[in-house]
C-alpha cells in the first residue's frame, strides 16, 4: 500500500521546483515586513471570507492599516472586529513560528480568532476553551465531543513528531487540517484556527502561505468531506498541493506581465 509520502511523491517535487523558483522570484525580492502585510491581508480576507465575512482585499487592506477608526463602507462592526481578530491571531502565530505545536498553542490562536465575536454569536462561551456541547457545520454532524476532544492531544503530539522526522511540511499540513476539522473541538472558529495553523506548519518550515481563495470554497469543503465519504485524505492532500502550486505560478506571471515595457505615448 502506498503510504501518503510517496503518493504524493512527484507533486512533491514539483511543488519544490515552483517553490525555488517563486522564493527567488517573489519572496526574497519584497521586504520582511511587506512581505508579511501581502500575505496577511491576502490570507485573513480569503479565510474569514469562506466563513461568510463579506470584505474584499482592498477592505481589509484599508482596516488593515487604518484600523477600527475606518470602518470600510457597507461591511457590520461585527465583520471588522472578525477581521481584527484574525489579524491579531495571524500576528501572534507569525511571532511565535519557534513555538511547539501543542494544545497551548491551538487554544491561544482559537481564542485570539474569536475573542471580540464569540461573546456575540455564543453567549456564555469562552473563546479558546472547547465546546461543552456536540457540534455541527452546514450539513456535517460531528461525533461526540467529549471523544473528539480527548483526541485533540495526540493529534498534536503526532504532528509535531511528524515535522521533527522529517516528513514534508504540505503533506503535514494538509493530514493535520483534515484531522482537525473532524475533531472539531471548538464552539467557533474551527476552520479559521485550522487554517492558521497549517500555514503554522508551513512557515515554520520556510514555506510560502497556503491560501485558499473564496472561490474555491466548494472544492475545499468537498475535499474535506471526502475524507468520511472515501476514508481517505489523498483529496485533500492533492487540493493543498495544487492550491499552492497555482498561487505561486499566477503570481511569478503577474510580476513577469508587470515587468515587461509599456509605451507612454
Not at 509520502?5 to 519584497?30: C, G, N, V, W
Not at 511565535?96 to 485570539?112: A, I, S, W, Y
Request: glycine share 6%; hydrophobic share 40%; net charge negative.
Amino acid at each position: 500500500m502506498l503510504t501518503f509520502a510517496s503518493m504524493f511523491e512527484k507533486k512533491t517535487a514539483e511543488y519544490e521546483r515552483i517553490r525555488k523558483e517563486y522564493q527567488e522570484l517573489i519572496a526574497d525580492r519584497m521586504g520582511q515586513q511587506q512581505w508579511m502585510e501581502y500575505n496577511e491581508i491576502l490570507f485573513s480576507t480569503h479565510s474569514c471570507a469562506i466563513e461568510g465575512n463579506s470584505f474584499s482585499v482592498d477592505d481589509t487592506r484599508i482596516l488593515r492599516e487604518q484600523g477600527m477608526a475606518m470602518i470600510p463602507v457597507g461591511h457590520s462592526l461585527l465583520e471588522c472586529t472578525e477581521m481584527a481578530d484574525h489579524f491579531r491571531a495571524f500576528d501572534f502565530m507569525t511571532s511565535h513560528l519557534k513555538h511547539p505545536f501543542n494544545e497551548q498553542l491551538l487554544k491561544d490562536v482559537n481564542r485570539l480568532v474569536t475573542e471580540h465575536t464569540l461573546g456575540y454569536r455564543v453567549p456564555g462561551a469562552i473563546a479558546g476553551d472547547y465546546t461543552t456541547e456536540d457540534m455541527a457545520a452546514g450539513d456535517t454532524v460531528f461525533g461526540d465531543h467529549e471523544t473528539l476532544i480527548a483526541r485533540v492531544p495526540e493529534l498534536m503530539e503526532k504532528t509535531e513528531k511528524a515535522l521533527s522526522d522529517g516528513l514534508h511540511p504540505m503533506i503535514v499540513a494538509a493530514r493535520w487540517h483534515g484531522y482537525f476539522e473532524y475533531l472539531h473541538p471548538f464552539r467557533d472558529g474551527n476552520g479559521r484556527t485550522g487554517r492558521l495553523l497549517s500555514n503554522f506548519i508551513l512557515m515554520r518550515a520556510g514555506h510560502p502561505l497556503l491560501i485558499i481563495e473564496l472561490k474555491d470554497r466548494a472544492e475545499y469543503i468537498n475535499a474535506l468531506k471526502l475524507i468520511k465519504a472515501e476514508g481517505s485524505d489523498e483529496f485533500l492532500g492533492a487540493f493543498f498541493f495544487k492550491t499552492a502550486m497555482q498561487r505561486m505560478k499566477r503570481e511569478m506571471e503577474q510580476k513577469r506581465k508587470n515587468t515587461l515595457p509599456m509605451l507612454f505615448f
